[in-house]
């Protein structure tokens, strides 16, 4: 699977950006996917993750209510968007899949890794 992250920028805080990875190279409904971020000096972090079908999903506390996340398999796209941004989710964040949902907050059960793109918030 080959993933393509893009949306990415620099927005003042309070304001809003939305992300897509673009997949191809297989079968995108089979693949549980995942939205990470990477701060400086920090170690990447899950965000939030959506199920094959987008029946269910799963955020970080840090995000939770402020961020959504979605899929289009038609398009094979999912979409993560952001909203009431703080400078604190200055990152550059990164798409991921895997198969199943278990452990769907862990980098090490994602296979799939796509390129990342860096978003800014200005205070």
């Known amino acids: 699977v080959q993933l393509q992250a893009s949306g990415g920028g620099l927005v003042q805080a309070g304001g809003s950006l939305r992300l897509s990875c673009a997949a191809s190279?297989?079968?995108?409904?089979?693949?549980?996917m995942g939205w990470f971020r990477q701060a400086p000096g920090k170690e990447r972090e899950f965000v939030s993750s959506?199920?094959?079908?987008?029946?269910?999903?799963y955020f970080a506390d840090s995000v939770k209510g402020r961020f959504t996340i979605s899929r289009d398999n038609a398009k094979n796209t999912v979409y993560l968007q952001m909203n009431t941004l703080k400078p604190e989710d200055t990152a550059v964040y990164y798409c991921?899949?895997?198969?199943?949902?278990?452990?769907?907050?862990?980098?090490?059960?994602?296979?799939?890794w796509g390129q990342g793109t860096q978003v800014t918030v200005s205070s």
């Open positions: 959506i199920s094959r079908f987008g029946g269910s999903t």
């Open positions: 190279g297989s079968t995108f409904s089979s693949n549980h």
């Open positions: 991921a899949a895997k198969i199943g949902s278990s452990n769907y907050d862990q980098m090490w059960a994602y296979k799939y």
